[in-house]
């Protein structure tokens, strides 16, 4: 659900800026420790959308329970649930399949699947190449599915997110360009205002001949 209507291949993918920006081990670092930031700012400049009525209760909904812990536990309260976030979605073990998932460790594979013991408590999201090729099976299936089939998945893996994000993070030869961005369908919407555009850019240098 969320690949499809959040685009997610668009969104994941670090911006030109975020590549010109973090680029050596001090500056991914710093990248890593804010990645939830990124990750929740970077859609409204590389796909923006306008803001669904859910959206916007949840906004409120957002932003009056802050308030609320703010007013009763005070500043700390609020720091301390904004470090959590920073840690947890950052640089923690957990947060490492942001990096191992889709990031090219080694050219010309694409997607990388995890099968450490961390699955056991991330809902199997590191059986991410499983997860690929049948999208609509259940997290709680898809070990079956290597199970299943063994030989289509006999491919470089992951055992570590630590590991995976200490590379990440120290290895000068991957950075923010470390993946591959393909070309997204353009929704009805967006093939009828680049028609327009065409039309009206043909209009213009009609009337200037």
Not at 184 to 201: C, D, G, I, L, S
Request: positive net charge; aromatic residues 16%; glycine residues 8%.
């Amino acid at each position: 659900w969320y690949q499809r209507r959040v685009r997610e291949a668009v969104v994941s993918t670090q911006s030109t800026g975020e590549g010109y920006l973090f680029y050596n081990t001090f500056t991914k670092l710093i990248w890593v420790i804010l990645q939830p930031l990124f990750y929740t700012i970077r859609p409204l400049f590389v796909h923006p959308k306008p803001m669904e009525n859910l959206e916007i209760l949840n906004s409120v909904w957002t932003v009056g329970w802050n308030y609320l812990i703010y007013q009763i536990a005070g500043p700390w309260a609020l720091a301390y649930l904004i470090g959590g976030t920073l840690l947890g979605m950052g640089l923690h073990p957990m947060a490492g399949h942001f990096i191992s998932e889709h990031y090219t460790f080694i050219k010309g594979q694409e997607t990388y699947s995890y099968y450490g013991p961390l699955n056991y408590i991330a809902w199997n999201v590191g059986y991410h190449n499983e997860h690929h090729d049948f999208p609509y099976i259940s997290w709680s299936r898809l070990p079956k599915v290597r199970e299943i089939a063994p030989e289509y998945y006999q491919m470089p893996h992951y055992d570590s997110w630590c590991g995976v994000l200490y590379k990440y993070i120290t290895d000068p030869e991957i950075g923010p360009y470390s993946r591959v961005r393909r070309g997204v369908p353009k929704t009805e919407a967006e093939k009828k205002a680049t028609k327009t555009k065409a039309k009206t850019t043909k209009k213009k240098a009609t009337k200037k001949a």
